[in-house]
Protein backbone atom coordinates (compact mmCIF):
# COMPACT_ATOMS: atom_id res chain seq x y z
CA UNK A 1 0.00 0.00 0.00
CA UNK A 2 1.39 3.45 -1.02
CA UNK A 3 2.70 5.89 1.74
CA UNK A 4 -0.55 8.06 3.41
CA UNK A 5 -1.42 10.60 1.27
CA UNK A 6 1.01 10.13 -1.91
CA UNK A 7 -1.34 7.60 -4.00
CA UNK A 8 -4.35 10.43 -3.81
CA UNK A 9 -2.17 12.92 -5.85
CA UNK A 10 -1.25 10.90 -8.46
CA UNK A 11 -4.57 9.63 -8.95
CA UNK A 12 -5.99 12.86 -8.79
CA UNK A 13 -3.54 15.28 -11.54
CA UNK A 14 -3.25 12.83 -14.12
CA UNK A 15 -4.23 14.90 -17.00
CA UNK A 16 -4.74 11.91 -19.64
CA UNK A 17 -7.07 10.68 -17.02
CA UNK A 18 -10.91 11.47 -17.59
CA UNK A 19 -12.65 12.84 -14.17
CA UNK A 20 -14.41 9.38 -14.16
CA UNK A 21 -11.44 7.48 -14.41
CA UNK A 22 -9.56 8.77 -11.98
CA UNK A 23 -13.02 8.89 -9.63
CA UNK A 24 -12.99 5.11 -10.16
CA UNK A 25 -9.27 4.82 -9.40
CA UNK A 26 -9.35 7.10 -5.79
CA UNK A 27 -12.27 4.46 -5.35
CA UNK A 28 -10.09 1.84 -4.91
CA UNK A 29 -7.95 4.07 -2.63
CA UNK A 30 -10.49 4.48 -0.35
CA UNK A 31 -12.07 0.72 -0.32
CA UNK A 32 -7.91 -0.12 -0.02
CA UNK A 33 -7.75 2.29 3.06
CA UNK A 34 -11.03 1.05 4.93
CA UNK A 35 -10.33 -2.54 4.48
CA UNK A 36 -6.79 -1.33 6.20
CA UNK A 37 -8.32 -0.02 8.90
CA UNK A 38 -10.66 -3.60 9.39
CA UNK A 39 -7.24 -5.42 9.32
CA UNK A 40 -6.23 -3.33 11.90
CA UNK A 41 -9.19 -4.25 13.96
CA UNK A 42 -9.23 -7.40 13.63
CA UNK A 43 -5.53 -8.13 13.87
CA UNK A 44 -3.48 -8.66 17.32
CA UNK A 45 -3.65 -5.68 18.98
CA UNK A 46 -0.35 -6.28 20.63
CA UNK A 47 1.13 -6.21 16.70
CA UNK A 48 -0.33 -3.06 16.13
CA UNK A 49 0.80 0.62 17.06
CA UNK A 50 -0.99 3.37 17.94
CA UNK A 51 0.75 5.43 15.04
CA UNK A 52 -0.47 2.90 12.31
CA UNK A 53 -3.92 3.10 13.72
CA UNK A 54 -3.61 7.02 12.79
CA UNK A 55 -2.17 7.04 9.85
CA UNK A 56 -4.75 4.44 8.53
CA UNK A 57 -7.20 6.48 10.10
CA UNK A 58 -6.27 9.38 8.18
CA UNK A 59 -5.79 7.78 5.13
CA UNK A 60 -9.31 6.84 5.17
CA UNK A 61 -10.70 10.04 5.92
CA UNK A 62 -8.29 11.76 2.85
CA UNK A 63 -9.60 9.08 0.31
CA UNK A 64 -12.97 9.67 1.56
CA UNK A 65 -12.95 13.22 0.87
CA UNK A 66 -10.94 13.13 -2.23
CA UNK A 67 -13.64 10.75 -3.23
CA UNK A 68 -16.65 12.60 -1.98
CA UNK A 69 -15.17 15.35 -3.42
CA UNK A 70 -14.33 13.57 -7.33
CA UNK A 71 -18.35 12.18 -7.11
CA UNK A 72 -19.43 15.89 -6.34
CA UNK A 73 -17.91 17.14 -9.33
CA UNK A 74 -18.53 14.56 -11.41
CA UNK A 75 -22.83 14.84 -10.69
CA UNK A 76 -23.09 10.78 -10.93
CA UNK A 77 -21.44 7.85 -9.35
CA UNK A 78 -19.52 5.73 -12.36
CA UNK A 79 -19.88 2.50 -13.65
CA UNK A 80 -16.88 -0.27 -12.76
CA UNK A 81 -16.47 0.91 -9.27
CA UNK A 82 -13.80 -1.95 -7.63
CA UNK A 83 -15.67 -4.05 -5.21
CA UNK A 84 -14.29 -5.51 -1.89
CA UNK A 85 -13.50 -8.75 -3.52
CA UNK A 86 -11.85 -7.09 -6.34
CA UNK A 87 -9.30 -5.04 -4.47
CA UNK A 88 -8.73 -8.41 -2.01
CA UNK A 89 -7.72 -10.40 -5.20
CA UNK A 90 -5.82 -8.02 -7.32
CA UNK A 91 -4.09 -7.25 -3.64
CA UNK A 92 -3.38 -11.04 -3.42
CA UNK A 93 -1.94 -11.39 -6.95
CA UNK A 94 0.54 -8.67 -6.31
CA UNK A 95 1.28 -10.05 -2.95
CA UNK A 96 1.63 -13.70 -4.68
CA UNK A 97 5.16 -14.59 -5.66
CA UNK A 98 5.10 -14.96 -9.77
CA UNK A 99 3.51 -17.65 -11.10
CA UNK A 100 1.00 -18.28 -7.75
CA UNK A 101 -2.07 -16.79 -7.38
CA UNK A 102 -3.31 -17.05 -3.62
CA UNK A 103 -6.78 -16.94 -2.41
CA UNK A 104 -6.96 -13.69 -0.44
CA UNK A 105 -8.35 -14.89 3.63
CA UNK A 106 -11.78 -13.08 4.00
CA UNK A 107 -13.54 -12.68 6.74
CA UNK A 108 -16.40 -13.61 8.23
CA UNK A 109 -18.14 -10.09 7.58
CA UNK A 110 -16.83 -9.87 3.39
CA UNK A 111 -17.81 -13.56 2.33
CA UNK A 112 -21.63 -12.56 3.71
CA UNK A 113 -21.14 -9.09 1.69
CA UNK A 114 -20.10 -10.77 -1.11
CA UNK A 115 -22.85 -13.58 -0.95
CA UNK A 116 -25.10 -10.71 -0.95
CA UNK A 117 -23.68 -8.86 -3.47
CA UNK A 118 -23.82 -12.21 -6.01
CA UNK A 119 -27.61 -13.17 -5.11
Do not use: W
Request: a negative charge; glycine letters at 4%.
Amino acid sequence: MPEPGTYLVSCSTDPEQTLEQRTIAVHRHYLAALMRIEALVEADTAAVSAQEHVEAEAAHLQAFAILNLFLSELGYVPKGLATRSDLAMALACEAAPRGEARQPDLTTRAVARAEAQNS
